[in-house]
């Protein structure tokens, strides 16, 4: 479907997109010896087969500068030309300084203002939506580079079938620029809600709970999630989420052509799909590859469709989060013509 809906104002487009996804691939076998499940029960609950994971070396900043680099590459854009860096994440590297500085330091972006945010799984939508509205304000010809990455390899219990089962490791990147054309960002829907934060969370390891031999004792220091918490919120918000933004944007439902979510489960999804009434979009989801990637699964799959050619001018594109806090975040976009969309995927270890 060709809409031909253009932003108002000073519109900022995804001018290209970059993504990282480490070499080491986890099949449901190996995280099925370690939770006491098998193959068939993940991807029948799930509809993961595999995840990928960081090697012992790297940190998050590395996966997110790598996933950078590729969308700086794709958009013939230099590193000293960005204005901001905007890392999405909610594994940085340390709690202090700013895993975004550090992607910096490594992209040899010497002129970007870095930063990070965490909505955990809403990470990468929640950057977007910052930078596009500090690019408009900013003269000329600024760019910004928004990354989701995660390692959630990291921080879970690897015994814990709730949690184990989902996640892998990866980053991927947007980078965002002026839009001359007209398309670009057509509106953001950012909905916190604070009381069900216990829902999701790594409760040590903070200012409340600050590391210590007790809390690892107690194995405070993994991520936690409560499962079916989680999939009542998603089905109870991100429906109404998705109608509040496109009433405000006066977008029919049907004019969206391409739907992006969170790959946080393939069956929760696929539950709440219908709700969503896109019935003339198609719903994209890359999770049986690549598993639940944080606030890096976005990016990824947008770079995915991107680079396969999927996306073509003038097709409006949904991307929906979902995570802790807890948190949905969406954004229309119009999607701008975009240069060398069909290149090859560098090999991860090409791209070290």
């Not at 200012?207 to 031999?213: G, T, V």
């Not at 220091?221 to 998705?242: I, K, S, W």
């Not at 029919?252 to 979510?261: I, K, R």
Request: glycine residues 12%; hydrophobic residues 40%.
């Amino acid at each position: 479907m060709t809409n031909r809906v253009r932003a108002t104002g000073n519109p900022t487009a995804v001018l290209a997109t970059g993504s990282y996804l480490p070499e080491q691939i986890i099949g449901n076998d190996e995280v099925a010896s370690t939770t006491g499940v098998t193959d068939e029960w993940i991807v029948r609950k799930t509809g993961i087969r595999e995840r990928r994971r960081a090697a012992p070396h790297e940190a998050t900043s590395d996966l997110a500068a790598h996933a950078g680099r590729r969308a700086l590459e794709q958009a013939g854009i230099r590193p000293h030309d960005l204005s901001y860096i905007v890392v999405a994440t909610s594994t940085p590297d340390q709690p202090q300084p700013a895993t975004a500085a550090v992607v910096q330091h490594l992209l040899g972006a010497v002129n970007a203002a870095a930063f990070d945010v965490n909505s955990v799984c809403s990470g990468f939508v929640c950057g977007l939506t910052v930078t596009e509205r500090l690019l408009r304000a900013e003269p000329g010809d600024a760019h910004g580079l928004v990354i989701g990455a995660d390692i959630y390899s990291r921080i879970l219990d690897h015994t814990d079938r709730k949690t184990a089962i989902l996640f892998g490791d990866g980053a991927g990147a947007a980078l965002l620029g002026p839009s001359p054309s007209g398309h670009g960002l057509l509106g953001t829907s950012l909905l916190t809600r604070g009381d069900q934060h216990e829902l999701i969370g790594v409760p040590a390891g903070g200012s409340r709970r600050p590391a210590s031999a007790r809390t690892l004792e107690e194995g405070a220091h993994h991520f936690r999630m409560d499962g079916r918490g989680v999939r009542t919120f998603v089905q109870e918000n991100l429906p109404a989420a998705v109608a509040e933004l496109l009433a405000r944007t006066g977008l029919p439902a049907g004019s969206v052509d391409h739907f992006v979510p969170h790959q946080a489960n393939a069956v929760m999804i696929g539950e709440v799909w219908p709700a969503l009434g896109l019935d003339n979009a198609a719903l994209h989801l890359e999770l049986a590859r690549y598993g639940n990637t944080g606030a890096a699964s976005i990016a990824i799959t947008l770079d995915e469709i991107h680079r396969r050619g999927l996306l073509a001018e003038d097709d409006v594109v949904l991307l929906s989060g979902f995570g802790g806090g807890m948190s949905v975040g969406s954004t229309l976009l119009s999607w701008a013509p975009t240069a060398h969309a069909a290149a090859p995927r560098v090999l991860a270890a090409a791209a070290r």
